[in-house]
């Protein structure tokens, strides 16, 4: 088999997939990708016959062609194990003539953690194939769920550490508790006085540091990146998506070769990017069908073509939705674009100074495997309510968006081709919003005692990870300034 060469979208490369795992974001600012999509290695009728492990080593097997059978084997062993609460691993559950994919069984009740779990495996296996023995340092800003999920991705790894900055006062106290609680020696959590655009500045500066990076080449580490643009995290993701039809075969639900559509609930873009490169592996998929929320800057891409971040920033119940610059839409404009790094260039070197970018007519054409769609703040709550009424099934607020564009896409099309819908939080993440559309007027003296009382009025269980962090004690107390980041990495790293 050919080996598949890693590329950035701005024109460095080619690199191999550990080295594009170990880098993050290319050295040009462009994001790696490979230079062709594999085909799907198995038939769909043997794939289904796999565990979701096995599955997964199949596909970051086509993918990683320069990891070893073994390395790739325990990496999928050790990550999708009973960190999850169902043998499952990703359930698919039938609502109605609906199918919802549950993301969410993992650590910290998020989808984020189907990828983090296994980007640390891959991580520490990428830096023994290079034989760099240098410790690795991921520094990571959060506006919630993506901190959590990697300090328990990475929490206890050898060979690496993990800082996570969150803003002060600026997360929720669920997801606050579920980072300050954190265990593990390598791990470190730290809420900065200011919001996340602070955090996150204030992290890429560290990142930027040349002084820094001296300073930790010196102490035999080196940073690297748990982010979205990872191309380690998208890479896991293509697996959920063939074992999501997988399953409707196995069940019978659909018969082999037939189209399935999903529907994705979409922030960065990171996780429909990984259901369409699915579909290029050969996986039998119709439509994607892009959900944002009331930050419809997607909606608005797909519907003319013109990428605009010029508008307000909305605050919305469905907060891991609510971004302007969806990173990973670089990687698909550069596939419309003829895999052309100049083109590539231009049009993500208008987005930093204009604002915008529209694609040429030609890329505007190969939109098609797209439809786009949003839901606003009480379409959202209404769809958790009905969806609860109807079935006695619930949805967190961002799969409620996903849900209500498929409703509105499925009238407006007549298309009634199979469909999942991608379900990328549990419920219980977001009690105050689903307590609102199920209950109205129930309150609670916090969100714990919300939780408890959430699940008292639906028979839906409380779910470990939440009453896991409920009492753990807390171990991060830190809380700094922005211009005092810097010396609280260097203390930790000592
Ligand atoms: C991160 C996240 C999303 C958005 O996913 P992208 O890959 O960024 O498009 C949607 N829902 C939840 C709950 C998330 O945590």
New binding site residues.
Partial sequence: MKEIAYYSTRGFGPVTASEAILTGLAPDGGLFVPDRIPALPLSLGELSRLSYPDLAYEILHAFLTDFSEEELRACCAGAYDEKFDTPEIAPLAKVGDVYYLELYHGKTI???DMALSILPHLMTAAAARQQDRKEIVILTATSG??GKAALAGFANVPGTRIAVFYPHGGVSPIQERQMVTQEGENTCVIAVRGNFDDAQTGVKQLLGDEALREELDRRGMRFSSAN?INIGRLVPQIAYYVHAYARLLREGEIREGDPVNFT?????????LAAYYAKKMGLPVGKLICASNRNRVLFDFFSTGTYDRRRPFYLTT?P??D?LI?S?LERLVYELGGEDAGKDRDLMARLTKDGAYELTPDMKEKLTDFAGGYADEEQTAAEIARVWNTYQYLL?P?TAVASSVYQDYRKETGDDTPTVVVS??SPFKFTGTVMGAVCPGVTAADDFALADRMAQETGWPVPAAVNEVRSAPVRHRTVCDISAMKENVLAFLK
């Fill in positions: 998020a989808f984020k769920d993506t979205s994705v609930p979409t922030g960065n873009f990171g996780n429909i469905s891991s939705m971004i969806s990973n967190d961002h990328t939080a």
